[in-house]
């Protein structure tokens, strides 16, 4: 079982920045993916952003630019989304998704979220 504690959330104005921060603990192998979603009223879930265990990263094109994706050399069970230039359609509860591998890289099958943090961006 792993458990994902978000964290940074908040009220800004356009133009603003927040920094979310998610950590993940457990037991597992290793963590394949960290990655943030987003989801505004009356709309689907998407994706954010993601970071791999290798360190890529892939960005919705809204927020190119604008957010980045890390995790700390220190704890890579920690992910970061920097969020810069915030603008009001970036208003959602974002959460924090982790891919976990259990027992090796060939069991990684555990996919775990955050209970989500609200950000509002006032115009």
């Known amino acids: 079982q792993v458990q994902l504690v978000e964290s940074g959330g908040g009220l800004v104005q356009a133009g603003g920045s927040l920094r979310l921060s998610c950590v993940a603990s457990g037991s597992f192998f290793s963590i394949n993916t960290m990655g943030w979603f987003r989801q505004a009223p009356g709309k689907q879930r998407e994706l954010v952003a993601v970071?791999?265990?290798?360190?890529?990263?892939?960005y919705t094109d809204s927020v190119k630019g604008r957010f980045t994706i890390s995790r700390t050399n220190r704890n890579k069970n920690t992910v970061f989304l920097q969020m810069n230039s915030l603008k009001p359609e970036d208003t959602a509860v974002y959460y924090c998704?982790?891919?976990?591998?259990?027992?090796?890289?060939?069991?990684?099958?555990?996919?775990?979220w955050g209970q989500g943090t609200q950000v509002t961006v006032s115009s």
């Open positions: 970071l791999t265990s290798g360190g890529t990263t892939n």
């Open positions: 998704n982790v891919n976990v591998c259990g027992s090796s890289w060939y069991d990684c099958t555990y996919n775990y």
